[in-house]
């Protein structure tokens, strides 16, 4: 049996005996001549009957890539990718739907809940070969990327988080070493005080630590942990978001907000973070008594169809021009003259999120005069691909 040479050209430089694929197919006939096909091709073959007994497969097996049908008994195709999908071990491998329907929107519905491709039946044995060559070409790329991404991130953090966990870190055992020492002879006033600056000291430790936590998740997820189907109200958020935060800075009367309602196709955890930052941002920098403008609401675009605007204003410091360019994980500016910017995270993930809902993040500022930051969420549902884009 032979290949045409750019077939042959094309798998020279695979490893096959290293790479293990699970097929899903309920049609026997089908799934032995693909098993077939790839066995000849020296992979590692896994097989599933229903999309039952595939999950449980890719559970224990963690194959390099998934074949599926989408049409079977017990558990369909998009019930398999779903919670292959929420599976942190089988979240990012990379899945190819067998379908044999041809409506653009069925192949689309598979597209948005995080498949990477779709061959329509009946295909080729080439036809198989290239997309899975493909996609694993993309996923070592991807991988790389991440790597890359990750080892800058180690030395970034290497070179800054030490310096700002001991920050607030000094503060509150300053504040222990003096009730220690002089607790017995100090004021109930005094004692208060250093109650208030060692809660002060463990928020601010807290919150970098989360934020943290929270940059480090979004790198290492990527698009690939893109959670469609999760879903949240937009005025909510913000509405609660905007009054605790007025009230925690003492500013109840400069909070201006009007938030229009709309569902969000966004993970309620992500969506909270992105209005605390933005509007924790706002009044961090700004004096008190100067407003602080919180506007939710839809906009309409004819090219890019529905979107939830967000837009946070403040009359505050501002960023210099230069600054605007070089927003950041551990980023800070002026920091001898703004000491409690903290590690300069905040906007950093929101640009991070931005990029992975497929969202907009603009800032208009003017040094020492005030900043409008906005981010515009699509209404519709997000794709985890965004480059895709079906024939027909």
Known sequence: MTFPHDTEALYDDCDRGMTKILIIEDEMELRESV????????????????GRIGIELAVRELPDIILSDVMMPEVDGYEVLQALRAHRETAVIPFIFLTALADRREVRQGMVMGADDYLTKPFSRDELLNAIQSRLDRHSVNQQQTEAALSELRRTILRTLPHELRTPL???????????????????????????????????????IENYQCFVEIELRGSDFLQV?????????????????????ERAADLRLNAEDATLFMDEFDWNKVVYELVDNAFKFSARGTPVRVHGWIVEEDSQ????????????????????????????FDRPKREQQGSGLGLAIVTRLARLYQATFHI???????????????????SADPDFAPEG
């Not at 098993?35 to 229903?50: C, K, M, S, T």
């Not at 009730?179 to 928020?203: F, K, Q, W």
């Not at 208009?364 to 997000?382: C, D, H, N």
């Open 170 to 208: 000094t503060g509150i055992l300053g504040l222990g070493e003096i009730l220690a020492d002089t607790s017995e002879g100090l004021p109930v006033e005094e004692l208060r005080e250093i109650g208030e600056l060692t809660l002060e000291s463990g928020n601010r430790l807290l919150r970098l």
């Open 305 to 332: 169809g529905p979107q939830y605007q967000l837009s946070v204003k403040d009359q505050g410091w501002g960023f210099e021009p230069e600054h605007l360019t070089q927003i950041d994980g551990y980023v800070q």
């Open 229 to 249: 189907g999760k879903e949240v109200e937009a005025a909510e958020t913000v509405h609660e978001v905007s009054r605790n935060l007025c009230y925690q800075y």
């Open 35 to 50: 098993v077939d096909w790839l066995l000849f091709e020296d992979f590692i073959v896994l097989q599933a009957e229903n």
């Open 364 to 382: 208009e500022s003017t040094a020492k005069s005030g900043t409008t930051i906005t981010f515009t969420l699509p209404l519709e549902k997000p």
